[in-house]
C-alpha cells in the first residue's frame, strides 16, 4: 500500500487548506485511514481518522469544529478540510492508514505516506 499525502503550504491565521491522501489500493472491512502532525521539537500527534467501512470519524480535541475528514470511494482517496488555522497548527501532516482498533494510536497504522508541510502565518 502506497499512500500520496498532498495540499500542504502557507495560509494566513484564519484560512484554509485542503490536505488529500490517496492510496494504491483497495479498502478493506475497519481499515482507517487517518491524519497525524508533527512539530518541531514535539511527537507525532493524532489529527482525525475515518473509518472506511461505516464512515465513523475522529478528533483530536484541538481541531474538533475546525476540521472535517471525508472520502472518495472512487479515488480511494481521504481528505482533510482544515479551517480556521491557526499557529498551533503549524506542522507536517503525515497521513496513515491499515486495520486498527484505536484511530488515534498512531502504532496501530500500518502505512504511511511522506509528510506535507503546513505553515499557518500569524
Known amino acids: 500500500v502506497q499512500l500520496q499525502a498532498s495540499g500542504g503550504g502557507l495560509v494566513q491565521a484564519g484560512g484554509s487548506l485542503r490536505l488529500s491522501c490517496a492510496q494504491s489500493?483497495?479498502?478493506?472491512?475497519?481499515?482507517?485511514m487517518g491524519w497525524f502532525r508533527q512539530a518541531p521539537g514535539k511527537e507525532r500527534e493524532f489529527v482525525a481518522a475515518?473509518?472506511?467501512?461505516?464512515?465513523?470519524?475522529y478528533y483530536a480535541d484541538s481541531v474538533k469544529g475546525r476540521f472535517t475528514i471525508s472520502r472518495d470511494n472512487t479515488k480511494n482517496t481521504a481528505f482533510l478540510q482544515m479551517n480556521s488555522l491557526n499557529h498551533e497548527d503549524t506542522a507536517v501532516y503525515y497521513c496513515a492508514a491499515g486495520h486498527v482498533r484505536n484511530a488515534a494510536v498512531k502504532t496501530q497504522y500500518d502505512y504511511w505516506g511522506q509528510g506535507t508541510q503546513v505553515t499557518v502565518s500569524s
Open positions: 489500493t483497495r479498502r478493506f472491512p475497519n481499515y482507517v
Open positions: 475515518i473509518r472506511w467501512s461505516d464512515d465513523n470519524t
